[in-house]
T-cell receptor, first 111, second 113 residues
């Protein structure tokens, strides 16, 4: 089955860029998602990328997909304290509804 | 347009009791998915239901767990004789079609004492 890995923690200073990384084993995912989970809250879809794309930009967010290395990253420009949360990458394998989630990266933004 | 609703948001049960978690999908959505998030882990798929049908329960523990999505009313995830290892956040998601984007609810945090 598919496995999705993320580093557990990331700490950045306010105003800097954050880069959250994700690696996956199964390349059949049609969509790759980034979700944000604030303390005690549910999952908020931040952005997603189709597997046939290399990059997607959405305001402060940039998603990069390296299919050869099976590596996905989320860059947050000008990181703010409100960005402190857990970020999950998830894959939506083709032909299935079972989203596969990474373990989540806890982002802490220092003022 | 209300999103996916889950209740209760927090549930505390003693070992051996039953837990009932409810999920109301988004308006117009007839596909419901339940996921479990154990502490310090990502979400894991449990079950996929359509109205009155369980489509895929491959992620459900074999015993004590059951799910339903009746013709009327919310989807229910039921855990009988809870144990401490059942303590987790349980998320529900819904979609309008089987492989379309899933929208997640706020989750129910179950604590078993």
């Amino acid at each position: 089955g598919e496995d999705v890995e993320q580093s557990l923690f990331l700490s950045v200073r306010e105003g800097d860029s954050s880069v959250i990384n994700c690696t996956y084993t199964d390349s059949s995912s049609t969509y790759l998602y980034w979700y944000k989970q604030e303390p005690g809250a549910g999952l908020q879809l931040l952005t997603y990328i189709f597997s046939n794309m290399d990059m997607k930009q959405d305001q402060r967010l940039t998603v990069l997909l390296n299919k050869k290395d099976k590596h996905l990253s989320l860059r947050i420009a000008d990181t703010q304290t409100g960005d402190s949360a857990i970020y999950f990458c998830a894959g939506g394998p083709s032909g299935t509804y079972k989203y596969i989630f990474g373990t989540g990266t806890r982002l802490k933004v220092l003022a | 347009n209300a999103g996916v609703m889950q209740n209760p948001r927090h549930l505390v049960r003693r070992r051996g009791q039953e837990a009932r978690l409810r999920c109301s999908p988004m308006k117009g959505h007839s596909h419901v998915y339940w996921y479990r998030q154990l502490p310090e882990e990502g979400l894991k798929f449990m079950v996929y239901l359509q109205k009155e049908n369980i489509i895929d329960e491959s992620g459900m523990p074999k015993e004590r767990f059951s799910a339903e999505f009746p013709k009327e009313g919310p989807s229910i995830l039921r855990i009988q004789q809870v144990v401490r290892g059942d303590s987790a956040a349980y998320f529900c998601a819904s979609s309008d079609q089987e492989y379309n984007e899933q929208f997640f609810g706020p989750g129910t945090r179950l604590t078993v004492l």
